[in-house]
């Protein structure tokens, strides 16, 4: 059973758009909820995260935006660029640091 | 880079085979995780170890096994191989195994014919 649900699978966006990828969980103990940014032949690294006592987090062209009482949290990319082309995966946390994964997003920036 | 160092980049078996792959976390991490990925399952968690003990375990197999040593590097034992077991598979560490954010090694990938 997945514990977070990740859409779209993937995503064509126009450089200069804005990329939005939304997650779902039903877990209310899900306690930090981090985004993944992944390079084909590397790992996952963490590009921004919340903790659910905030609505909103923004860094740079990055932000999250979180619904706790919907129990979900997106992504958005503004002024997408060729270079943001990468594998994007949520996740959300339980007590004893397990994290959860989304079934990602492959986002592609078209110049 | 992440400093999460893993060992081999990529390794070719066979089924029934045996196969060993190796993390060095990150200088100062305690905590060492062990993550499947496959197309159709995305990151699954396998097992998590902190300061050479078992944390916590997802859906390991019971033919697959893990340790972390002393000097904290861990490895991820996989046993009897089978062609479904051709996945990347991710080490991560942590500072601790409680609320620190993980980091990513560059990962393993199996190939099982």
């Known amino acids: 059973q997945q514990q977070v649900k990740q859409s779209p699978q993937s995503l064509i966006v126009q450089k200069g758009g804005i990329s939005i990828i939304n997650c779902a969980y039903e877990n209310t103990a899900f306690d930090y909820f981090p985004w993944y940014q992944q390079f084909p032949g590397k790992g996952p690294a963490l590009l921004i995260a919340?903790?659910?006592?905030?609505s909103e987090k923004k860094e740079g062209r990055f932000t999250i935006s979180f619904n706790k009482s919907a129990k979900q949290f997106s992504l958005h990319i503004m002024d997408s660029q060729p270079g943001d082309s990468a594998t994007y995966f949520c996740a959300a946390r339980l007590t004893g640091n397990q994290f959860y994964f989304g079934t990602g997003t492959s986002l592609t920036v078209i110049p | 880079d992440s400093g999460v160092t893993q060992t081999p980049k990529h390794l070719i078996t066979a089924t029934g085979q045996r196969v060993t792959l190796r993390c060095s976390p990150r200088?100062?991490?305690?905590?060492v995780y062990w993550y499947q990925q496959s197309l159709d399952q995305g990151l699954q968690f396998l097992i998590q170890?902190?300061?050479?003990?078992?944390?916590a375990k997802g859906n390991i197999l019971e033919r697959f096994s893990a340790q972390q040593f002393p000097d904290l590097h861990s490895e991820l034992n996989l046993s009897s191989l089978e062609l479904g077991d051709s996945a990347l598979y991710f080490c991560?560490?942590?500072?601790?195994?409680?609320?620190?954010?993980?980091?990513f090694g560059n990962g393993t990938r199996l190939t099982v014919t």
């Open positions: 919340i903790r659910p006592d905030v």
């Open positions: 170890y902190y300061n050479g003990e078992e944390r």
């Open positions: 991560a560490s942590s500072v601790d195994g409680v609320r620190s954010p993980l980091h």
């Open positions: 200088s100062g991490d305690l905590s």
